[in-house]
């Protein structure tokens, strides 16, 4: 069996749910099932939907866009209110906004932000992607949005903030969904027998859940921010499970974006079972 090719995001909210994959003697152990590589949100999607990977950790809307995938239980990046990082930083009230400058990081903030301002503030500007630079962003636009380490990092003094896992909170009162893990059904196949998949990702992510003051000082000076923010983040804001609520509000989304044809119609979500 060869190993599955897993594609990761690399940003600090991801990094609790691979501490298995890169500490220790279990990193060894599971260096011989797995090759892991690291990229941006949506190219997780575009390397899941091509074969180049097999599992990746992708943005809720890629789903709605490649056949045939597992999701991996009880696990998500997801936020019940707050999250800090996927902010709509703008020069004008919110109702005032004719154009916004969106990070091409991710398809599903893009879709988030279109949802809320059509559906909930009942405008609809122009949508322009872009590489993340709030300067340059919102040198012709109105405003800009910005997720993942640039939203951490944004110098959002003199500008009106929204963050959209709070504004989405408060308009519907449930969690939002950003990322889960996703897995090809074809590359199930050549999963070796020793492998409980959902398990090892679980554990990794338990693991990795008790080491964030680590992970907080070993990103601090990477993204030149405060230990205690990291700190704050990783375990206020970010919520790494997929329970119930968490689940009732993805199919919202799924509904408001198929509805505002945002999104194409999401597929049943269905879950990979665990091997005993």
Known sequence: ????????????????????FESGDTARELSAHFDLSYTI?????????????????IPVAAYTAIPDLVIIPE???AAKGAVRSILLISKVPLEKIRNVATDSSSRTSAA????????????TPGFTPQAPSE???????DACLLIGDPALQAATKGHYVYDLAEQW???TGYPFVFAFWAVRKA???????????????????????????????AWAPRLQLKEELLREYLTTNIDYSLDADNLRGLKLF???????????????????????
């Open 1 to 20: 069996m060869r190993p599955l090719r897993i594609s990761a995001i690399s940003f600090i909210n991801t990094a609790p749910l691979m501490w298995d």
């Open 41 to 57: 949100p949506s190219r997780c999607a575009e390397e899941l939907k091509s074969g180049v990977s097999d599992v990746g950790i």
């Open 75 to 77: 696990i998500a990046i």
């Open 112 to 123: 988030l932000l279109e949802v809320f301002l059509r559906k909930f503030v009942g405008i």
């Open 135 to 141: 300067q340059e962003m919102l040198r012709w636009h």
């Open 169 to 171: 909170h408060h308009w």
């Open 187 to 217: 590359a199930l196949q050549e999963l070796s027998a020793e492998i409980n998949l959902p398990r090892t990702f679980q554990q990794s992510r338990d693991h990795g859940l008790l080491q964030i003051p680590e992970i907080a000082a």
């Open 254 to 276: 799924f509904r408001y974006a198929e509805e505002l044809k945002v999104l194409p119609a999401a597929p049943e979500i269905r879950f990979l079972e665990a091997r005993d």
